[in-house]
DNA sequence: TGCGGCTATTG
DNA sequence: CACAATAGCCGCAG
């Protein structure tokens, strides 16, 4: 039996989970160091409900199949993530921030120690340098109980660190919300990898064999399945123009249409779809792609790679990746065909709720750049409305309008329109002028939560050349629209974080940008919309830091598929 | 075998 | 066909 009399409430407790024994530090001094890790766990949550500490997600992982579902977090690799951006958060850079070093001089791990080398001491995690020992970050702390200790202690040193720095990190000050919010996102990725999304396998695999047939028997079976599919674009040619045409190959397309009188640029498929009435391969063409596309992307081998006995689809979630911090999936879960949505069905008993934020990078918008025209537009549901009156132009022209102008559009017959916006909205225009500006000069950006956007390590700046001319103005939009992006995955995770604390029974089983996933025993239904719609009102309290001054809209609904529309 | 180009899908 | 992402196949360089 534990004792978790010691912690205090609430407190900040690092974990260590180590091979030959568990640590758990508390800010407070108070220290449990157990062989019994989960029980001891079990113990603390349910007794003090601490902030755990750990490195990664690692131990998030080890603490969800434990069946541990703590209700907070702090993930010392995503802090590190807001704090210096990109998507690098491995101990060794972690503590290297901390100290002020630079990581790339920290040394490697050793290969073959030989006579000449000096053997750094293996029971004190930091180098002379001041680097972390690379044994230490590779786990070697994990041999040794006294060292699992140790390493919860550095934990918490780094924890303080983050939390005083982000503390003061001028011009934002909800970096600290920030930073909570990221660990909860990052310890939900956790749980979605664990968990799975629930798959109807039967729909999955009767939607596949409307495309390419039923499962192929073997591999030769699936070539003549290949090949039957590639003979129907092919019997529209002669046999002498179809020698040697590849269907996979771009250019051979592009010659193939040139033999029946079609010259295209490229062969994309929005640009053939404008020429289908010209010869009847083209529609051949553009069946033949959506089914190939299901064969080598979507189709059985996915459903048997990805899919597991349980009927969970599962992937690799990552809380923040890319430019702007986005979360993203692989296996599919982020870019799934439309067609095969229905296959994504709630367990008998159980429902979805299914949420999706409306317009959320305008109101982002107008919520960072304190552009109080924009915000109060955001009073309507449909913000683009009110937009357009302001405007004197169309809703569609608006909204096309607001979004080139977040992605920094140039071309386009909108030039009217962007005129008016300067004029209705300046202070949000120039919000977006100035990020790009910056950007283009190789400066970094912070977004309104504090993730540092780098430009700074993105290659040759360039001014005087076209081609530099180009990369600065490409860098100009990036930086643009990764102020607003991230924003927007900012205050996504800290809904989606909240949700996740509020909704118990119910899971999240999918995050898709602006769009919350929600599984749900069927009799909660109505109960577990309810809390998520209230955890948006929540979600803006935390995300702006007590004061929220536009308005956020969800539509929810619950449904059998996510299919099904909200 | 690794990488850039092309293409598809999504928000 | 702006901003972001994952992922497949092809051709080509090493």
Redesign the pocket.
Known sequence: MTSSSNFEHGEAIAIAIGGSGTALVGRSGATIVTSDAFAAIGDVESAVSPRWVWWSKETATEFVRSGIRPLRCWDLAAVHRLLEGGWRGDPGRVWALRRGLDPGDAPPRRGNVDLFTVVDDPDRPVLGTGHLHPEWAHGSWRGDVDRTRRWAELALDVQRWQAETLARLADHPTALTTARSESAAELLCAELETDGLPLDRAEAERIIATFIGDRPLDAADERRATAERDERVLLHLGAASREGI?L???????SLLRRVGIEVD????????RRRGDHPIVDAI?DW??AE?IA??FGYR?LDQHVGDDDRLR??W?AS????G?M?????L??????LRPAIAAEAGHVFVRADLGQIEPRILAAVSGDAALAAATAQHDMYAPVAAELGVEREVAK?AV??AM???T??H?AAARRELERAYPVAMDYLTRAARRAEGGNDLRTHGGRLVRMSTSGPLGAGTDEGRTRAA?RG??GR??LV?GAAAEFFKTWAAVVRARIAPAQIVLC????LLVHTPAHLGSVTAGAVDAALTEAAVHWTGGRPTVRFVADTAVVDRWSDAC
């Open positions: 590849d996979r190959n771009p250019a051979s397309v592009k490229d062969t994309r498929a929005w640009r053939l779809e553009l792609r959506r596309r080598t992307t996915w992937g690799t990552s990746d890319g430019a702007a986005r993203t999936a692989t296996a599919g982020h870019n799934l065909p439309a067609e096309v979004l080139g992605y920094g559009q071309t386009g909108g490409a939009r990036y629209n990764a992006q898709l940008h602006d769009e």
